[in-house]
Each structure stands twice: as C-alpha cells, then as structure tokens.
C-alpha cells in the first residue's frame, strides 16, 4: 500500500507561481511511475503531468506545456509540481497518483491506469 500526501497549495494571483509537493509512503518510490493530476468545479479529473522512475521520462499536458516542470527526489520519496504563471483556469484540485508495482509508461495520461491517490490540494488562481 503506498499513501500519497500533498501540499503546498493555495490562493494566488494570476501570474504566480506554486510548487506542489507529494510525499509518498513506500521504500520502494523509485519505482514507481508518478502523475499529478487536477479536478475543476463541475468538470471530470484531467491528467496534467508525469515522470518516469528514473525522471528519465516527463510529460505533460497541453494545457501546461511550458509553465509546469513535474521532478521528483527519491532519496526523499517525493514527487514535485512546479507551476508558474498561472492562470485563472489552473484553478483546481490537483492530485498526486501513482502507477502500480511494474506499471508501464503506456497510457500515462488514462487515470484508471493509477493505483494510488492522495487526498489532493487545492490551488486557486485569482484574476
């Protein structure tokens, strides 16, 4: 069973930055396949980014293509989601997720294709 606990989000203006931070529960986080994702008012989970279990491998959404970088630190079992400039519509629950035990990078973006989920943080952006 591995736990995911997030922080660091919050209200800020349009233009700011946040980093996310997802601290994970398990020795075994270096190989795991880790996913941020994020939920808006009224509209389905969305997958935004992810990172291989080496970070050999990113990617992301569309949508934040440029303006987020997704790392991670496994000595610290931590995943991590920069976000600058944000914008009004980055206003949502974001999740951290991970991929099962020998999970792939195939369908990375699908969200039934992760095992774990924290409880999410939420990140408001004010116009």
């Known amino acids: 069973q591995v736990q995911l606990v997030e922080s660091g989000g919050g209200l800020v203006q349009a233009g700011s930055s946040l980093r996310l931070s997802c601290a994970a529960s398990?020795?075994?986080?270096?190989?795991?396949?880790m996913g941020w994702f994020r939920q808006a008012p009224g509209k389905e989970r969305e997958f935004v980014a992810a990172?291989?279990?080496?970070?050999?491998?990113?990617t992301y959404a569309d949508a934040v293509k440029g303006r987020f970088t997704i790392s991670r630190d496994n000595a610290k079992s931590t995943v991590y989601l920069q976000m600058n400039n944000l914008k009004p519509e980055d206003t949502a629950v974001y999740y951290c997720?991970?991929?099962?035990?020998?999970?792939?990078?195939?369908?990375?973006?699908?969200?039934?294709?992760?095992?774990?989920w924290g409880q999410g943080t939420q990140v408001t952006v004010s116009s």
């Open positions: 398990t020795r075994t986080f270096r190989s795991l396949v």
């Open positions: 997720a991970a991929k099962g035990y020998g999970a792939t990078w195939m369908n990375i973006k699908r969200s039934n294709e992760y095992a774990y």
């Open positions: 990172v291989s279990p080496n970070a050999g491998l990113t």
